[in-house]
């Protein structure tokens, strides 16, 4: 008989490694292949290659949090290559909002001390 182990809190959680809150971020806005989130990955970090053995294995990490889920390939894909496509889950979205209001925090301080850029905005 197998048992589920618990769900860990939000807290339990972060902070997170850069790339699984970047994986996060790219799922924010909808459901991906793994090909999607890499693009978005290199996108939000300003060219970070991420290689697809390690998003992968980031994605099984994120699944086994409950943090992402596989979910079934939309219907209107006509390529006939079978493709993994992740959400974000209930928990991954309130994670992601945590880690966001840590980092922006943290950036606060930055700005505090004058160490971001006057006038910085991201692309």
């Known amino acids: 008989m197998t048992t589920k182990s ?4 939000v807290d339990e959680l972060l902070p997170l490694q850069p790339r699984d809150y970047l994986i996060l971020l ?3 806005d909808g459901t ?3 090909h999607g989130i890499l693009k978005l990955v290199e996108d939000h970090s300003g060219g970070v290659v ?3 053995a390690n998003l992968y294995r ?20 006509n390529d006939a290559r079978r493709r993994r ?11 992601l909002g945590a880690e966001s209001t840590r980092l922006a925090r943290l950036t606060d301080a930055a700005r505090a001390r004058a160490l971001v850029a006057e006038g ?4």
């Open 50 to 52: 991420c290689d697809p």
């Open 32 to 34: 991906l292949h793994g």
């Open 85 to 95: 496509f992740y959400r974000l889950t209930g928990l991954g979205r309130e994670v």
């Open 6 to 9: 618990r769900t860990p809190s």
């Open 120 to 123: 910085y905005k991201a692309r």
């Open 58 to 77: 980031s994605l099984r990490k994120l699944e086994r949090d409950d943090l992402v889920a596989e979910t079934e390939e939309p219907s209107s894909n």
């Open 26 to 28: 790219a799922l924010a």
